[in-house]
């Protein structure tokens, strides 16, 4: 049985289409937020209303969708404002697609009230009603309502209380460890886009790993390997984004070949979407372990204060500029930046290269709690018995080091080097650093760490 929360979403109206007394649609989005208050995020025109549709209701589909067991979800996408957009970003139910919606402010003619995070709630009604809107039509986004139209509109608290995985709250913080590495690989337009979607399968088919390939200015799959293409699994979980290029855009392909994450990015002057997939269907984001590096590491705590500061008050931040200003080395910043990730504090935006602030609209229990090969490395380091074995002094490089470190009725070979640490376990031999480190590279790095504080 996966680990749950008891976690209330609650809600002063239910979100829905409006129309006002001259006949002009609205989108209300009731909001809550971790404190279960209500904030006014944004008022305004949306001034391409079925793009903004579309978007909203891929968006939808994917926070409702387990994509590959016949399983409901009821989990609530949530709403990011900052001065430059509105971000809607969720997780699907199985943890293994991430989407997120970019809004510039030239979406709108409108404001940006307020600065934060809430939940926002997506229901049948609203996903009805957005499949009305057309492009004619004159739409009015609320993201929430002011205390005046609370007052005025005597409407009942809606509550929806549901069982919030463990395993979709950690989902959220690794895939912050993905987005920095991945690399465009592949553009086409829109046409050519819709075209490509609507040649794949509707099921899962093919089980095995697919090639996305560019052919001139179009796409094709192909079950060989390709120096010019893009490995994926389960071309269902991308089909979803067919329905956005009956509008003007393109999609961009992102890839990180080492890990076999990839994205792929519904992409237009007013907005974008990303989708970043797990290297298989089966294999959520929750278990991946690729902040394990980063937190068990002691250069970011000194500055992570500071880092955090730079995040809340310009809302985005550039790690080189950053490091400038704080006179510290990039991959110090990198870390505490990937420390604020894991608790909910930092996403990171492919389009810009940078980080922005938001504020998970749920409490994040201590991360290391949310980390058990972490828990485990520490207890090992705590009893005494890793053992720098062998160090390796480099001119131009840091050390390396020869570890042991006790298993369970064995003694764990770990060699900590420059280009990649291994270990002698059977996790270490399964996975072979692509799901994280194992406890024992772990434990080596922290005593490395030690010694040289």
Known sequence: MAAVIDYTYRYPFSSDLTTDADGRLGVSLATCDRRLAHPHFFRGKVLRPRQFAQLLLVLSKVVRTHFFLPRPTVMDPFVTSSPQMLRLEGFSGCCGVYVRVDLEANAFDGEIIAHGTTNVDFNDPICGALNRIQESHEIQLNVGRDQLELEAFDQKIVEKKVKMPIRWIKSFSEVQAYLPRLQPRIEVSGG????????????????????????????????????????FMGTHRTRILEPLFHQAGSLRVYDDPETGVNAWEYRSPVARMILLLSPEVFRGFSGEGQLLQQLSR???????????????????????????????????????????????????????????????????EDVEKLQPRLKDARKLVEAGSVQISQTYDHRESAPEYDVSVPGTGVQHFVRLRNDMDRCSCPWFSRFQGQRGPCKHILAARLVVDETQS
């Open 192 to 231: 050519e886009a819709l075209r490509f979607f609507r040649s794949l399968p509707k099921s899962g088919a093919p089980k095995q790993r697919t090639w996305v390939v560019p052919m001139g200015k179009s796409l094709r799959l192909s079950q060989r390997p390709s120096r010019d293409g893009v490995a």
């Open 298 to 364: 002691n250069d970011w705590k000194d500055i992570l204060d500071e880092v955090q500061k730079q995040l809340t008050t310009e809302h985005s931040v550039d790690i080189d500029r950053v490091s400038d200003q704080l006179n510290c080395d990039r991959q110090s910043v990198s870390a505490a930046l990937s420390v604020l990730g894991s608790r909910g504090l930092a996403g990171f935006d492919l389009n810009s290269e940078s980080y922005f602030y938001r504020e998970l609209p749920f409490n994040l």
